[in-house]
């Protein structure tokens, strides 16, 4: 996503909010949910939260609780109901969610290759040493995963997509990742220099262009 500022060249829209004092994590959370990813005994999970997962596929089988094989009746049929709550690669309707839900189930498996597609919603540190590990829009990898769990770190905070991105797309998020500033003097110096490329630039100069051409 672009924005022209004065009618000269156009620039990434996050610059402008930037320039406005928003960090990274400040403007993720404008625009998109988040959804924490839980690390458990080396296997990533979701939770079970209507909003996040309905008409999304499943990534594996999650079994029925109840499920008994020696329960079969007279007529060959298992009254206990279906091995599956849901199968691999079908969609969390709201009957399937309900019956998960009244299984006692609070989360479902999630694949690496799943989280892998999603940016963290925010900066994910190092308890012990302060190391930043996964900074806010960075791409999850299995290597940065394997970071995370490594450090302690049992929740990953990632921004929602949804699978198709019809209704949740990354826009936004693709949008930052091509926009260099990283603060908010640097976003003005770069409206600034932008807006007028041929003109010397100090950062006073950029600041003041930027509370002329929105504060007065």
Not at 12 to 26: C, F, G, K, Q, V
Not at 88 to 106: I, M, P, Q, R, W
Not at 126 to 147: R, S
Request: proline share 4%; charged share 30%; hydrophobic share 35%.
């Amino acid at each position: 996503l672009h924005v022209r500022l004065d009618r000269r060249r156009k620039m990434p829209a996050t610059i402008l909010l930037r320039a406005l004092d928003y960090s990274t994590e400040d403007i993720l959370k404008m625009f998109y949910d988040v959804e924490v990813i839980t690390i458990r005994e080396e296997n990533l999970y979701r939770p079970i939260n209507n909003k996040y997962l309905k008409n999304q596929r499943a990534d594996f089988n999650i079994e029925n609780p109840k499920f008994d094989p020696s329960a079969v009746d007279a007529n060959g049929k298992n009254t206990s109901g279906s091995q599956f709550l849901v199968q691999e690669g079908k969609k969390y309707n709201a009957s399937v969610l309900k019956k998960l839900k009244d299984a006692g189930f609070t989360h479902v498996p999630v694949s690496v290759e799943t989280v892998c597609q999603r940016v963290a919603a925010c900066d994910h540190y190092d308890e012990e040493t302060g190391e930043v590990i996964l900074n806010a829009n960075e791409q999850l990898t299995p290597e940065k995963i394997q970071m995370l769990a490594e450090a302690g770190i049992t929740e990953i905070k990632t921004v929602y997509f949804d699978d198709d991105n019809l209704n949740v797309g990354r826009q936004i998020s693709r949008t930052l990742a091509i926009d260099k500033c990283n603060s908010p003097e640097e976003a003005r110096f770069e409206i600034y220099f932008r807006s007028r490329p041929s003109d010397a630039v100090s950062q006073e100069v950029a600041d003041q262009y930027f509370e002329q051409l929105f504060f007065d």
